[in-house]
């Protein structure tokens, strides 16, 4: 590798230490250095290019910060990843996948375009998952956006958060009390979006006698909303109850289903069918984050719903334009034939 390197360019407003990183990435790029490939030692780069050993060994930790080569102690440098084109190495760590994560993932990633490499890692909601992900990948990455959707949100999974640089650290769909400085944040009010929303269609809601909630207990969902849906009913005195599977419940007359799986979704206008009442008169129906399957289903499901497009955009943003803010997502009531 050492005779294709180019030489440093002494007028140039770049760095030294960034042009010999970007002679090393060139070199990979024409092939030239492959993956398991020994880099030169920092001093014999130093020799070569007449450069103090402070100016190398910093080009050499840029790149092995950004996951491009490891350090082997009494060996030397190694090439470990080709990942070498991108802007921006990105760790995006979700609680789990499904149709609306990757609706947030695609938003983020068209934002972002070509010039950046994202990673992605799930870690099920638990929190020792999560801090052995962080653990592992600190320092390999120039940005980690986070989502902290956890079922214990215990002081360890904060203290790991907080040692990631905060210039560096997002944390998408959901703040978490306890991480310190300026990082930025696109967030659900999970509590009060769901009682404005309600709020909102309370016209078409109070044809209803009793509002039912189907709040699974197996998967993890935030409590906020089930909260939210308990403030509604309250403060607008509405009979309600809460249960975890539709299953477990007959659907009557003249009841309102907010709904958070599409299970339960299933199950409930399948009942309704079979019970010949007719949805948005004698039975009413909400379900929790829309999608295409919803506008369609028995002539179209009220949906209560985020703009996750615009999550995922938003953060993009953010890392593009380095400007750490902390942003509520639009939350609303889409109102269908179902209510």
Do not use: W
């Not at 910060?65 to 991108?86: A, C, D, E, Q, W």
């Amino acid at each position: 590798m050492r005779s294709e390197l180019s030489e440093i360019d002494e007028t140039s407003n770049v760095p030294k230490y960034k042009q010999v990183a970007d002679m090393i990435i060139s070199s990979i790029g024409n092939g030239i250095v492959k993956v398991g490939d020994r880099l030169p030692s920092i001093n014999q780069t130093s020799e070569q290019f007449l450069l103090s050993r402070d100016t190398v060994e910093k080009a050499y930790q840029n790149l092995r910060r950004r996951g491009v080569i490891t350090g082997v102690r009494g060996k030397g440098f190694y090439l470990s990843s080709t990942s070498h084109n991108f802007e921006k190495r990105i760790l995006l760590i979700f609680n789990k996948l499904s149709d609306h994560k990757k609706a947030i993932y695609n938003s983020f990633k068209k934002k972002l375009g070509d010039s950046s490499c994202v990673d992605l890692q799930i870690h099920h909601s638990d929190d020792k998952t999560l801090e052995k992900i962080v653990i592992e990948n600190l320092g390999k990455y120039d940005y980690y956006v986070i989502m902290p959707h956890l079922k214990d949100e215990t002081e360890s999974v904060k203290t790991i958060l907080n040692r990631i640089p905060k210039e560096k650290l997002f944390l998408i769909n959901k703040d978490l009390e306890g991480i310190t400085g300026s990082y930025g944040c696109v967030y659900e009010d999970f509590e009060m979006d769901i009682l404005l929303a309600l709020q909102s269609g309370i016209e078409r809601i109070k044809k209803y006698k009793k509002l039912v909630m189907v709040f699974p207990t197996e998967n993890y969902y935030c409590t906020g909303i089930q909260d939210g849906f308990v403030r509604f009913c309250k403060e607008n005195f509405f009979d309600f109850e809460i249960i975890n599977k539709a299953c477990h419940r007959e659907v009557r007359a003249r009841e309102l289903y907010i709904v958070i799986e599409e299970a339960d979704l299933v199950e409930i206008v399948k009942n309704a069918t079979r019970k010949s009442l007719v949805l948005g008169k004698t039975l009413g129906i909400i379900a929790y984050n829309d999608s295409p399957f919803k506008e369609i289903l028995a002539g179209g499901i009220a949906s209560l719903s985020t703009d996750f497009d615009r999550m995922g955009a938003e953060i993009a943003d953010m890392i593009q334009t380095r400007n750490h803010r902390k942003v509520k997502n639009p939350f609303s009531l889409i109102l269908r034939s179902s209510v």
